[in-house]
């Protein structure tokens, strides 16, 4: 998103689980060629980095994120994602640089990250490596000097005054988006436009997808044709991320959705909230999920780190953070790394500024070695590439997450004190802790301040990285 979250209301609508389609929208479903598509291997074991192209470098540019493509790299990611590039509106700007959500023109570059040639570049070197690109797409608004604005006045949402409108939430209320104005997607050209204008990103530049933001702004009509147009486009693999959480979103063809239940659910926990009431809402949203399915998973993005804290900050030090990423990456679905979050580094990123990531943070080799470990066992090990979850009790479930993915079990202290329990459901005794490499001797498990440990029996769940 652009700017604060949207009103806990709207949130709240985020996270609302949709009903089951009618039997004549199932038909229709089944009629579509890509609506039940298998799955690439590529997108089923990607780990996301996304990159603020401001902050990632002292340059703030393209050739900053391809110097920086070894960092990436090492940190276990496969898939960069970087915030949009279109170039940044004029007119009703926000802080100094404005929101890099508000986009000018949509088949244009923002001057400030380089040329046209530049982003090709950088679309070469990461494929060279073997990896995969997706950009940040806004159909929802552009900025109130978006070429279509005078070319196109038709397609925009017009307020009581005529003027287009600032975006209006999926309650019908105003936003305070004083710095864009609404598309129009119950109209049939604009919903073939924006279709047309992301096709040509695809086939222009060899992208690899699309994160959406703000995903559940714009009408369902406009989902329901889009995914489909847009993978018979390229007849290749493309991944599409929606930043929305409602599970319609797959059925519309989405392989990613955002899991701000989970997150902010986690959030609480850490403030002292029941860990138990954390592992059902999971449970409940795994049971749910459309086949093919998949959340994102997180503890911190370009929203959270500005307006928010880092999560460093946010769950109580460098021990905290780590324990919470376990526990929320190691969740059936995708994980995504965020500038700075595999050195911890403390710092809010603006949205509407330039706050290069200082990179040189205390140790640095292995903290970045952590995060690589546990992003790894997502993408080598079988026990995390399927979609198997179930929670496991423990002598401590107030304090201690715990579950259960295939034949490893999750084991996460989230207090800022010592603890020891037992575990049903899973025999500890014996088994590996793939992040220490200790084997477990008897059945209590001793737990330190945000204490975590994955556990695999020999031979259980495959080969391990």
Known sequence: MIRMRFPLAIAAACLVLAAPPSAGQARRAAHRPHAARPRPSWIA???????NIRDFSPTGDFKGVMLGLDRIQAAGANVLWLMPINPVGVVNRKGTLGSPYASRDYRAIEPSFGTAADFRALVRAVHARGMKIIIDWV????SPDNVWVKSHPEYYVRAASGAPSVPIDPQGKPTDWTDVVQLDFHKAVTRQAMIDVMRWWLRTYDLDGFRVDAAGFVPDVFWREAPVALRRSVHRPILLLAEWA????HRFGFDLTYPWDSYGRLKDV??????SGWLRSEKAVMDSMPAGGMRMRFTTNHDETAWDKPPVILFGGS???????????LLPGRPLLYDGQEVESPQTLRLFEQDSVVWNQPDT???RAFYRQVVTLTRTDPAFLGRDFAPLATSDSADVIAYRRGGAAVIVNT????TRITVSGFAVNGAHDLLSGAV???DTLALPAYGKLVLERTGDAGARP
């Open 45 to 51: 074991s990607s780990v996301l980095y996304e990159v």
């Open 139 to 142: 159909p929802d608004h552009t």
């Open 246 to 249: 409602e599970l319609k979103m």
């Open 270 to 275: 850490w403030r002292g909230a029941d860990a």
């Open 319 to 329: 021990a905290g953070a780590r324990a919470a990423f376990v526990a929320e990456v």
């Open 365 to 367: 080799t292995a903290t």
């Open 415 to 418: 207090r800022a004190h010592d």
């Open 440 to 442: 477990v001797q008897g």
